[in-house]
């Protein structure tokens, strides 16, 4: 691509500019003009930045890239909000996708409003809302809910809260735990439809789709390789009544052994195994 030696004036303000995902040309023009215009410019990675305008022969032109993210934002912050505060344009990009999503950009806007500053958007690029399009999972209501907590014991009480609103949810997980976490979700409800996006917009993007259990069997030991985004589907909103129950655990007695026949109708309607199993002694009683 051609330099961009061009840099309009930009307003003053806080420009939150989302950068791709994976595939660099998915970036937008206008964020382009931003990155060439701002008086100044931050990054949670500045490596990735300054590569990104590499690709797009976006200059620097005397300018630097202030390095803005978790381990130093409040070092960092004051100059940003000098910079903002005497009048200039500063653009922020996170690592990848759009900042303020799981990122610290959060903070740098959350300042820039209490002082009047005004936030301009620069949407583009985000891997929450790439892993809801290609999920095949309900869009009309949804909630990007975050990285699950680390320690097993609060990542198992999230992970029952988030299960229980009614609407897709959307995961950030770490490959090496998503299947750790998949096999929780599997435990409390193993029929619920679940959806993996690895690598969205790579080489090797891949989408697997299942039941909680399925996807659990699915996932090597070692977990999996590559940026994943984990998505659930609602809760089933037809409660499975006690007739059609009883008619499912009969029909699976006819080929099967009570204890064989009470597991696969708990997995079918996601109930616990212990209550079927007693209502399929019950029925051998009964004949």
Same mark, same amino acid.
């Given at each position: ?8 004036? &930009?307003?003053?303000?806080?420009? &939150? ?9 998915? =970036? ?36 630097? *890239? ?17 910079? &903002? ?74 992970? +029952?809260?988030?299960?229980? *609103?009614?609407?897709?949810? *959307? *995961? ?44 659990? +069997? ?35 007695? +006819? ?15 996601? =109930? ?16």
């Amino acid at each position: 691509m051609t330099a961009r030696i061009d840099a309009p004036k &930009l307003d003053p303000g806080l420009y &939150l500019v989302a950068t791709p995902i994976g595939t660099a040309r998915d =970036i937008t023009l206008r964020a382009l003009d931003v990155l060439n215009a701002a008086d100044m410019l931050a990054a949670e990675d500045t490596r990735t930045l300054r590569h990104l305008m590499d690709i797009h022969g976006v200059p620097l032109r005397g300018r630097r *890239i202030l390095a803005y993210h978790d381990h130093n934002a409040d070092r960092q912050r004051p100059a940003i909000n000098a910079a &903002l505060e005497a009048g200039h344009s500063v653009a922020y990009c996170s690592d990848a996708g759009t900042p303020l999503v799981a990122d610290p950009g959060f903070r740098l806007a959350r300042d820039a409003v209490a002082d009047g500053i005004r936030v301009h958007a620069v949407p583009g690029a985000s891997a929450a809302l790439a892993a809801l399009t290609v999920a095949g999972l309900p869009s009309d209501r949804f909630l990007f809910a975050g990285f699950p907590p680390q320690a097993a014991g609060a990542r198992r009480s999230w992970l +029952q809260e988030v299960m229980a *609103i009614d609407a897709t949810v *959307i *995961i950030f997980e770490s490959p090496r735990r998503v299947k750790h976490t998949v096999e929780m979700l599997s435990e409390n409800e193993p029929n619920r439809t679940t959806v993996i996006c690895r690598e969205l917009t790579k080489k090797f993007e891949e989408t697997m789709r299942g039941t909680a259990v399925e996807l659990a +069997q699915r996932i090597p030991d070692a977990g999996l390789k590559g940026e994943v985004v984990l998505l659930l589907d609602r809760p089933t909103s037809a409660v499975p009544d006690d007739d059609m129950i009883e008619a499912a655990l009969r029909d699976a007695l +006819q080929t099967m052994s009570v204890r064989d026949a009470a597991a696969e109708t708990a997995e079918k309607f996601g =109930i616990a195994r212990r209550d079927v199993y007693q209502l399929a002694l019950s029925l051998g009683k009964d004949g």
